[in-house]
């Protein structure tokens, strides 16, 4: 399970993931799960474009890592059909899921769903902001609040979606990364500052179920 989600702001992007893998070893699916913490979302060389991956890891991790190298500082006018092609090469009879964010011409979300053995397929655009991964999860209710604002007010908003999902299911949704663009490309944030955008979604949240059930002001 996963909960990503991808803002454009007013001067840039803001792309956060959780970090849990919950998935069965590679040669043998029938065996226990295992679950680990490591990053669901890479930055180009160029640092120009990234991509959060979810659904079947390992194979949408491999189609993640081609389309950072294939599509970085790539023309414009072919990216449809290359990510398409990465898509399906490696997803099969798998399911994956992307969010890719492109700075280059302008910043630029883009949706890309392979699911049920490519009967279903989306690869498209996104103006303002999506969510992958868990679909189902009542944390995205949040993003009802998205506006197109700077960066630096979009960041809590990111964080407090996968943090919050991740309260609302932890077996399967762990960790937070996010990473914003400036003049230079893609960064992540640091550790001090991921930290702090978790404990401040924590302390928000109970703030408002303390206003809900006790009437008490935010």
């Known amino acids: 399970m996963t909960m990503q989600v991808g803002l454009i702001g007013s001067n840039g992007i803001v792309l956060a993931s959780d970090m849990k893998w919950g998935v069965p070893p590679p040669w043998d699916a029938e065996l226990v799960r295992r679950g680990f913490l490591a990053s669901k979302i890479l930055i180009s060389d160029s640092g120009k474009l990234a991509v959060g991956f979810a659904q079947s890891m390992y ?16 023309d414009e006018r072919t990216r449809d059909s290359r990510i398409y092609d990465i898509g399906r090469d490696e997803a099969g009879k798998e399911n994956v899921e992307f969010i890719l964010a492109f700075l280059e011409p302008a910043p630029t979300l883009r949706l890309f769903q392979w699911f049920n053995g490519g009967k279903d397929i989306l690869n498209s655009p ?11 999860n009542p ?22 979606v996968v943090t ?10 762990k960790g937070l990364e996010l990473i914003y663009s400036n003049a230079t490309g893609f960064h992540r944030v640091s550790d001090d500052e ?9 302390a928000l949240d109970r703030q408002v179920g303390d206003a809900i059930l006790n009437g008490n002001p935010l």
């Open 194 to 202: 991921n930290d702090n955008l978790q404990i401040q979604s924590r």
């Open 139 to 160: 944390a995205i209710a949040w993003l009802r609040y998205y506006k197109k604002k700077p960066i630096k007010k979009l960041k809590l908003l990111a964080a407090h």
């Open 59 to 74: 194979p949408a991790y491999r189609a993640a890592k081609r389309l950072i190298a294939e599509l970085d500082d790539s």
């Open 164 to 173: 919050i999902a991740g309260e609302i299911s932890p077996d399967g949704i």
């Open 126 to 136: 996104v103006r303002e902001s999506l969510h992958t991964g868990d679909h189902h």
